[in-house]
Protein backbone atom coordinates (compact mmCIF):
# COMPACT_ATOMS: atom_id res chain seq x y z
CA UNK A 1 0.00 0.00 0.00
CA UNK A 2 1.50 3.19 -0.85
CA UNK A 3 1.53 5.78 2.27
CA UNK A 4 1.46 8.61 0.33
CA UNK A 5 -0.04 8.94 -3.23
CA UNK A 6 -0.04 11.63 -5.81
CA UNK A 7 -1.68 12.00 -9.24
CA UNK A 8 -0.49 12.42 -12.31
CA UNK A 9 2.93 11.14 -11.88
CA UNK A 10 3.73 13.39 -15.17
CA UNK A 11 2.11 16.50 -16.53
CA UNK A 12 2.97 18.16 -19.99
CA UNK A 13 0.47 21.39 -20.51
CA UNK A 14 1.02 24.51 -22.54
CA UNK A 15 1.70 28.16 -20.85
CA UNK A 16 -1.85 29.00 -19.64
CA UNK A 17 -3.50 25.89 -18.52
CA UNK A 18 -5.13 25.64 -15.72
CA UNK A 19 -4.41 22.28 -13.43
CA UNK A 20 -4.29 20.07 -10.46
CA UNK A 21 -2.12 17.79 -8.79
CA UNK A 22 -3.93 15.34 -6.26
CA UNK A 23 -2.69 13.94 -3.21
CA UNK A 24 -3.90 11.31 -0.53
CA UNK A 25 -2.46 9.54 2.65
CA UNK A 26 -3.34 6.86 4.40
CA UNK A 27 -0.61 7.28 7.44
CA UNK A 28 -3.71 8.82 9.38
CA UNK A 29 -1.45 12.08 9.43
CA UNK A 30 -2.57 15.52 11.01
CA UNK A 31 -0.19 17.15 8.70
CA UNK A 32 -0.03 17.66 4.73
CA UNK A 33 3.12 19.75 2.29
CA UNK A 34 3.53 20.91 -1.25
CA UNK A 35 7.46 21.04 -1.96
CA UNK A 36 8.66 22.17 -4.93
CA UNK A 37 11.91 20.82 -6.54
CA UNK A 38 13.38 22.66 -9.22
CA UNK A 39 16.11 21.45 -11.92
CA UNK A 40 18.83 21.91 -9.67
CA UNK A 41 17.15 19.80 -7.04
CA UNK A 42 16.86 22.53 -4.36
CA UNK A 43 13.85 21.08 -2.18
CA UNK A 44 11.32 24.15 -1.23
CA UNK A 45 8.23 24.31 1.28
CA UNK A 46 5.22 26.13 -0.92
CA UNK A 47 2.42 25.06 1.67
CA UNK A 48 1.44 23.07 4.87
CA UNK A 49 -1.33 22.03 6.37
CA UNK A 50 -2.81 20.41 9.93
CA UNK A 51 -5.69 19.10 10.03
CA UNK A 52 -7.62 21.04 6.90
CA UNK A 53 -6.12 24.70 7.97
CA UNK A 54 -3.58 25.97 6.53
CA UNK A 55 -0.59 26.35 8.64
CA UNK A 56 2.59 27.40 6.07
CA UNK A 57 1.86 29.51 3.26
CA UNK A 58 5.19 30.47 1.44
CA UNK A 59 5.99 33.37 -1.04
CA UNK A 60 4.16 31.95 -3.68
CA UNK A 61 1.96 33.22 -6.69
CA UNK A 62 -1.53 33.12 -5.93
CA UNK A 63 -1.72 31.41 -9.10
CA UNK A 64 -1.50 28.32 -6.80
CA UNK A 65 -4.00 27.11 -4.58
CA UNK A 66 -4.13 23.87 -2.25
CA UNK A 67 -7.27 22.64 -1.22
CA UNK A 68 -7.81 20.20 1.52
CA UNK A 69 -11.10 18.87 1.99
CA UNK A 70 -10.55 16.11 4.63
CA UNK A 71 -6.76 15.70 6.18
CA UNK A 72 -6.30 12.94 4.10
CA UNK A 73 -6.01 15.16 1.11
CA UNK A 74 -4.09 17.59 0.10
CA UNK A 75 -4.45 18.74 -3.49
CA UNK A 76 -2.91 21.96 -5.56
CA UNK A 77 -4.47 23.54 -8.56
CA UNK A 78 -2.18 25.98 -10.49
CA UNK A 79 -4.22 29.04 -12.80
CA UNK A 80 -2.46 30.33 -15.48
CA UNK A 81 0.50 27.71 -15.77
CA UNK A 82 3.85 29.49 -16.80
CA UNK A 83 7.47 28.34 -18.20
CA UNK A 84 9.00 28.51 -14.81
CA UNK A 85 5.66 26.44 -12.86
CA UNK A 86 7.85 23.35 -14.17
CA UNK A 87 9.29 21.17 -11.65
CA UNK A 88 8.75 17.85 -9.76
CA UNK A 89 6.21 18.68 -7.16
CA UNK A 90 5.74 16.52 -4.22
CA UNK A 91 3.12 15.77 -1.60
CA UNK A 92 4.20 14.83 1.80
CA UNK A 93 2.54 13.84 5.34
CA UNK A 94 3.65 13.85 8.57
CA UNK A 95 2.17 13.05 12.10
CA UNK A 96 1.49 16.47 14.48
CA UNK A 97 2.27 20.01 13.38
CA UNK A 98 5.77 20.10 14.86
CA UNK A 99 8.14 20.54 12.10
CA UNK A 100 9.92 18.40 14.29
CA UNK A 101 9.29 14.99 12.92
CA UNK A 102 9.27 12.69 9.88
CA UNK A 103 8.00 13.71 6.66
CA UNK A 104 6.70 10.93 4.14
CA UNK A 105 6.80 11.86 0.51
CA UNK A 106 5.40 11.00 -2.64
CA UNK A 107 7.00 10.20 -5.86
CA UNK A 108 6.27 13.01 -7.19
CA UNK A 109 5.10 14.92 -10.08
CA UNK A 110 7.13 16.31 -12.77
CA UNK A 111 5.29 19.29 -14.24
CA UNK A 112 6.40 20.70 -17.71
CA UNK A 113 4.90 23.82 -19.15
CA UNK A 114 5.10 24.08 -22.70
CA UNK B 1 15.57 33.15 8.95
CA UNK B 2 17.27 29.88 9.05
CA UNK B 3 19.68 29.04 6.29
CA UNK B 4 20.80 25.40 5.46
CA UNK B 5 24.36 25.17 3.87
CA UNK B 6 25.28 21.83 2.18
CA UNK B 7 28.57 20.58 1.09
CA UNK B 8 30.18 19.06 -1.24
CA UNK B 9 27.37 19.18 -4.59
CA UNK B 10 28.61 15.71 -5.87
CA UNK B 11 30.48 13.28 -4.35
CA UNK B 12 32.41 10.51 -6.08
CA UNK B 13 33.62 7.14 -4.20
CA UNK B 14 34.56 3.93 -4.26
CA UNK B 15 32.63 0.81 -3.21
CA UNK B 16 33.53 0.11 0.67
CA UNK B 17 35.02 3.42 1.04
CA UNK B 18 33.63 5.95 3.53
CA UNK B 19 31.68 8.83 2.51
CA UNK B 20 31.08 12.57 4.70
CA UNK B 21 28.64 14.97 3.76
CA UNK B 22 28.77 18.20 5.81
CA UNK B 23 25.53 20.66 6.83
CA UNK B 24 25.46 24.26 8.37
CA UNK B 25 22.99 26.28 10.20
CA UNK B 26 22.23 29.73 10.59
CA UNK B 27 19.82 29.27 13.48
CA UNK B 28 21.01 28.13 16.78
CA UNK B 29 17.39 27.78 18.08
CA UNK B 30 16.99 25.73 15.34
CA UNK B 31 17.33 21.80 17.60
CA UNK B 32 16.03 19.27 14.80
CA UNK B 33 18.03 18.09 11.87
CA UNK B 34 17.07 14.84 9.43
CA UNK B 35 18.86 13.72 6.69
CA UNK B 36 16.80 12.52 3.75
CA UNK B 37 18.32 10.42 0.55
CA UNK B 38 16.37 10.63 -2.98
CA UNK B 39 16.85 7.99 -5.07
CA UNK B 40 16.27 8.65 -8.64
CA UNK B 41 12.57 9.02 -9.88
CA UNK B 42 11.58 9.29 -5.84
CA UNK B 43 10.40 10.83 -3.14
CA UNK B 44 13.15 12.07 -0.38
CA UNK B 45 12.87 9.43 2.23
CA UNK B 46 14.18 9.95 5.97
CA UNK B 47 17.42 7.83 6.76
CA UNK B 48 18.37 9.28 9.95
CA UNK B 49 17.81 12.45 12.35
CA UNK B 50 19.31 13.52 15.38
CA UNK B 51 17.58 16.23 18.01
CA UNK B 52 19.68 19.26 19.10
CA UNK B 53 20.02 17.56 22.91
CA UNK B 54 22.46 14.48 21.62
CA UNK B 55 25.63 14.63 19.60
CA UNK B 56 25.86 11.49 17.75
CA UNK B 57 23.62 8.72 16.74
CA UNK B 58 23.97 5.63 14.70
CA UNK B 59 22.12 3.60 12.46
CA UNK B 60 24.41 0.59 11.34
CA UNK B 61 26.14 2.01 8.81
CA UNK B 62 24.86 5.51 8.99
CA UNK B 63 26.12 7.75 11.40
CA UNK B 64 25.23 11.99 12.08
CA UNK B 65 27.32 14.13 14.51
CA UNK B 66 25.95 17.21 15.91
CA UNK B 67 28.56 20.55 16.70
CA UNK B 68 25.57 22.56 18.78
CA UNK B 69 28.84 25.61 19.03
CA UNK B 70 30.01 25.06 15.99
CA UNK B 71 26.53 24.55 14.10
CA UNK B 72 27.40 22.36 11.98
CA UNK B 73 26.45 18.42 11.15
CA UNK B 74 27.55 15.62 9.20
CA UNK B 75 26.25 12.36 7.59
CA UNK B 76 28.83 9.65 7.72
CA UNK B 77 27.79 6.58 5.08
CA UNK B 78 30.86 3.90 6.18
CA UNK B 79 31.42 0.94 3.56
CA UNK B 80 29.37 2.51 0.84
CA UNK B 81 27.71 0.65 -1.66
CA UNK B 82 26.15 1.03 -4.73
CA UNK B 83 22.60 1.36 -3.44
CA UNK B 84 24.18 4.27 -1.85
CA UNK B 85 24.10 6.64 -4.91
CA UNK B 86 21.42 8.95 -4.43
CA UNK B 87 20.79 12.48 -3.59
CA UNK B 88 21.05 13.64 0.35
CA UNK B 89 19.72 16.21 1.49
CA UNK B 90 20.30 17.60 5.12
CA UNK B 91 17.34 19.83 6.95
CA UNK B 92 16.88 22.09 10.12
CA UNK B 93 14.02 23.23 11.91
CA UNK B 94 12.58 24.26 15.23
CA UNK B 95 9.39 23.77 16.74
CA UNK B 96 6.90 24.33 14.16
CA UNK B 97 9.07 26.65 12.12
CA UNK B 98 9.25 25.21 8.52
CA UNK B 99 11.89 22.52 7.88
CA UNK B 100 14.82 23.94 5.95
CA UNK B 101 16.42 21.69 3.10
CA UNK B 102 20.08 21.86 1.95
CA UNK B 103 20.92 22.48 -1.44
CA UNK B 104 21.76 18.25 -2.16
CA UNK B 105 24.44 16.01 -2.12
CA UNK B 106 24.66 13.42 -5.13
CA UNK B 107 26.58 10.69 -4.13
CA UNK B 108 28.04 8.22 -6.58
CA UNK B 109 29.75 4.37 -5.46
CA UNK B 110 31.44 2.84 -7.89
CA UNK B 111 31.62 -0.74 -7.66
Known amino acids: DTAVSQTPKYLVTQMGNDKSIKCEQNLGHDTMYWYKQDSKKFLKIMFS???????INETVPNRFSPKSPDKAHLNLHINSLELGDSAVYFC?????????????FGQGTRLTVV | GENVEQHPSTLSVQEGDSAVIKCTYSDSASNYFPWYKQELGKGPQLIIDIRSNVGEKKDQRIAVTLNKTAKHFSLHITETQPEDSAVYFC??????????FGTGTRLQVFP
Open chain 1, 49 to 55: YNNKELI
Open chain 2, 91 to 100: AASKGTDKLI
Open chain 1, 92 to 104: ASSQGWDQNTEAF
